[in-house]
């Protein structure tokens, strides 16, 4: 079985600046994706960014980049220049990659982010 | 393109009754999951189902139970209610089993309050 952790209940940054939330995970499969999904107070989630876990090169999407260190079963999050739209609980995620895997996620405990003006 | 749709968007409950939340997934996505996201934590995988038949389950009694209908909606029915199976039940599809980028499109959920 998979388990996500995060290790930080709630965080704060001033808008522009960066934070960091930081994931770990344990498994013993060798493919798999990891994501970063945000969930704001309409409580839809929203994915943010993906990681294969067979690509070493780290994702980017615009503001977000992620550190994912295979070895270490590490998998943070990076936001740049943050914004009061930023305002969410961040939940870092496993799934399995594989033929009839499915598509069953497995969450963490979530961070809240507060961005302050 | 529509996204994914629940219904009813709160309800409230009481013990020993039971409760159906429906699920409108997206335009092409024949692949829906329910979660189970208890306040201030993660969600929880229930069971997905694929082309009208459950694919996948999590660690749920059998009083959690879902269909899966011909246009790929579906339904969650919990039977005899308990205090605990207050939540937010969220929705999610994909387009087919671990095909393209892995990623679950989600509804915005519907919140059980049961007393």
């Known amino acids: 079985a998979q388990t996500v952790t995060q290790s930080q209940p709630e965080m704060s940054v001033q808008e522009a600046e960066t934070v960091t939330l930081s994931c770990t995970y344990d498994?013993?499969?060798?493919?798999?994706?990891l994501f970063w999904y945000k969930q704001p107070p309409s409580r839809q989630m929203i994915l943010v960014i993906r990681q294969e876990a067979y690509k070493q090169q780290n994702a980017t999407e615009n503001r977000f980049s992620v550190n994912f260190q295979k070895a270490a079963k590490s998998f943070s999050l990076k936001i740049s220049d943050s914004q009061l739209g930023d305002t969410a609980m961040y939940f870092c995620?496993?799934?399995?990659?594989?033929?009839?895997?499915?598509?069953?996620?497995?969450f963490g405990g979530g961070t809240r982010l507060m961005v302050k003006p | 393109e529509t996204g994914v749709t629940q219904s009813p968007t709160h309800l409230i409950k009481t013990r020993g009754q039971q409760v159906t939340l429906r699920c409108s997934s997206q335009?092409?996505?024949?692949?829906v999951s329910w979660y189970q996201q208890a306040l201030g934590q993660g969600p929880q995988f229930i069971f997905q189902?694929?082309?009208?038949?459950?694919?996948g389950r999590g660690n749920f009694p059998p009083r959690f139970s879902g269909l899966q209908f011909p246009n790929y909606s579906s339904e969650l029915n919990v039977n005899a209610l308990e205090l605990d199976d207050s939540a937010l039940y969220l929705c999610a599809s994909s387009p087919g089993l671990a095909g393209g980028t892995g990623e679950l499109f989600f509804g915005e959920g519907s919140r059980l309050t049961v007393l």
């Open positions: 335009s092409g996505h024949n692949t």
């Open positions: 498994t013993s499969e060798s493919n798999y994706y």
């Open positions: 189902y694929y082309r009208e038949e459950e694919n």
């Open positions: 995620a496993f799934m399995k990659h594989w033929v009839n895997a499915g598509n069953m996620l497995t």
